[in-house]
């Protein structure tokens, strides 16, 4: 896992890192750590509550 500092130093912040797209700067503003858009979110906690 690529670290937040790392992610801005390459220019990956702000993009997700499980599809790639960009997660929208409302997202961001509220959660400036956020590493996933909200898809990708919802489905990695679906997948943990399973588990």
Known sequence: ?????????VGL????EDCGRRIPEER???RPEAT???DCQSRLEDL???T
């Open 28 to 30: 961001l503003r509220f």
């Open 36 to 38: 996933r858009c909200v």
């Open 13 to 16: 912040y702000g993009y997700c």
């Open 1 to 9: 896992m690529v670290r937040d500092t790392e992610r801005l130093q």
């Open 48 to 50: 943990q509550r399973i």
